[in-house]
């Protein structure tokens, strides 16, 4: 069975890949939606402490909660697993939570951005792209019409 990794990261846009993978997604093959929670210091405002793990586990449960809707909606809840992990680095956190559960795909919709904001930031499918020994499709805007 194939093994194919779908992160996310809560937009609608990047919610365009399940249209674009519905033929592929009917040989079914494992799914498994992600959300990377980025890392949260611990934080000291007006004398009162503010503990980054208790936000990232907050983040957490909503990630969750979520994809398991994005897993009713677009499939079914029993074939999908959903996981929200925190890694500190979208795409760093992809490709490792890739390499770890041995998938055989990524696919991710590539952002539209500016050229000054993709030099400035950088696109986190670009950088998976580059940094994974893993294939990785990349849709971008232009394929979901």
Same mark, same amino acid.
């Given at each position: ?28 093959? /494992?799914?498994?939606?992600?959300? +990377? *929670? ?7 405002? %007006?004398?009162? @402490?503010? !503990? ?35 890694? /500190?680095?979208?795409?760093?956190? +992809? *490709? ?7 998938? %055989?795909?990524? @696919?991710? !919709? ?36």
């Amino acid at each position: 069975m194939v093994r194919v990794l779908i992160p996310l990261d809560g937009t609608s846009e990047a919610e365009g890949v399940f249209d674009l993978l519905k033929d592929d997604l009917n040989s079914n093959p /494992e799914i498994i939606l992600l959300q +990377i *929670v980025e890392t949260v210091r611990t934080v000291l405002i %007006d004398g009162q @402490v503010i !503990l980054g793990q208790s936000e990232e586990e907050t983040e957490q449960t909503r990630a969750i909660t979520y994809l398991k809707g994005l897993a009713e909606k677009y499939g079914s809840l029993n074939d999908w697993r959903c996981e929200a992990t925190i890694y /500190e680095g979208r795409a760093d956190g +992809i *490709v490792k939570f890739a390499s770890k559960e041995k998938v %055989d795909l990524v @696919v991710m !919709l590539q952002h539209k951005r500016n050229r000054l904001s993709r030099l400035l930031m950088g696109s986190t499918a670009d950088k998976v792209s580059e940094r994974s020994v893993i294939k990785v499709r990349k849709f971008t805007f232009a394929d979901l019409n």
